[in-house]
């Protein structure tokens, strides 16, 4: 059974930072492309980060320079370091697996992240 399960959200000032982990269970990590996204409170759910099988990334326009995904196969983790962090950063950070293995999509249950201005 695949099971994502994301960590380290919380409150922060503006400026600051934090890391968000997912770690994966049930999956080859190396066999899958990985992903952080968010939704912020009545706003759709948006890409924030991806890392694919191979290690390419991928940022949101709004994140560049900030962010950094990254992934350890062999721990079967994708942090996702968050710095110079802005209010509208606020929402729950989602992770996201897929992959050529299936046809599905794996999320986990959030983490929020609150940033005070």
């Known amino acids: 059974q695949v099971q994502l399960v994301e960590s380290g959200g919380g409150l922060v000032q503006a400026g600051g930072s934090l890391r968000l982990s997912c770690a994966a269970f049930?999956?080859?990590?190396?066999?899958?492309?990985m992903g952080w996204y968010r939704q912020a409170p009545g706003k759709q759910r948006e890409v924030v980060a991806t890392v694919t099988r191979g290690g390419s990334t991928d940022y949101a326009d709004s994140v560049k320079g900030r962010f950094t995904i990254s992934r350890d196969n062999t721990k079967s983790t994708v942090p996702l370091q968050m710095k110079s962090l802005k209010s509208e950063d606020t929402g729950v950070y989602y992770c996201?697996?897929?992959?050529?293995?299936?046809?599905?999509?794996?999320w986990g249950q959030g983490t929020q992240v609150t940033v005070s201005s």
């Open positions: 049930g999956i080859n990590l190396s066999w899958t492309n």
């Open positions: 996201k697996a897929w992959g050529p293995w299936t046809s599905r999509e794996f």
